[in-house]
């Protein structure tokens, strides 16, 4: 039977406003002891959002750690205290200018578990109706409206590239009702 791994030690060597960085010394059943590297990053939400005529709405925006636009579906962090829905409807607001009526959640995921903490919840958002929240990072997100149809072939393309928005994309295309 597997057994996880013990905890022995950690060490705290970074701490940002996005991100917390630490190293654990764990020790492994055989009993090998070795370090573990472990980014700490608050769960977030993702979005497949669709319009009144069902097309899935993206947005394209600049990632600099990877230096370029991504098409990618909306998504954001849950802020402390947050449920994950409300912060779907937050995060909407923010990002597309829509408020959504109906909200159902698809699934999720872990983003990185080799190295980080990070979850995501996924959600498909219906009904939406046009409200718009100011925030401070979304002044560069271009709003791109496409079919459901044409999401395998952008994802095959690499157009769309990011992780989150393939998975979260992917569950919303295989749980469609009459595909």
């Keep these: 039977m597997l057994k996880p791994e013990k905890k022995l030690a950690t060490q705290q ?13 764990v020790e492994k059943a055989s009993g090998t002891k ?6 700490e990053h608050s769960d977030c939400i993702a979005v497949v959002a669709l319009d009144e005529q069902d097309n899935v709405l993206l947005v394209r925006q600049f990632r600099h750690a990877v230096d370029r636009f ?32 109906k909200i159902d959640k698809l699934g999720g995921f872990y983003a990185t578990p ?4 990070e979850y995501l919840y996924c959600f498909l958002a219906t009904d939406l109706v046009p409200a718009r929240l100011v925030a401070e990072d979304t ?41």
Excluded: W
């Design 70 to 101: 991504l098409l990618e579906i909306p998504a954001g962090g849950i802020d402390p205290g947050e449920e994950p829905i409300d912060s779907v409807r937050r995060e909407l607001q923010e990002e597309i200018g829509y408020f959504p009526r």
């Design 34 to 39: 070795t370090t573990r590297e472990v980014v």
């Design 139 to 179: 002044d560069d997100i271009e709003l791109v409206r496409v079919s459901p149809d044409e999401i395998p072939r952008l994802i095959a393309s690499g157009e769309i590239c990011d992780a989150k928005s393939i998975a979260a994309l992917l569950m919303f295309l295989f749980t469609r009702p009459g595909k």
């Design 13 to 25: 060597i970074y701490h940002g406003r996005a991100v917390n960085i630490r190293v654990d010394t």
């Design 114 to 117: 080799g190295y980080g903490t």
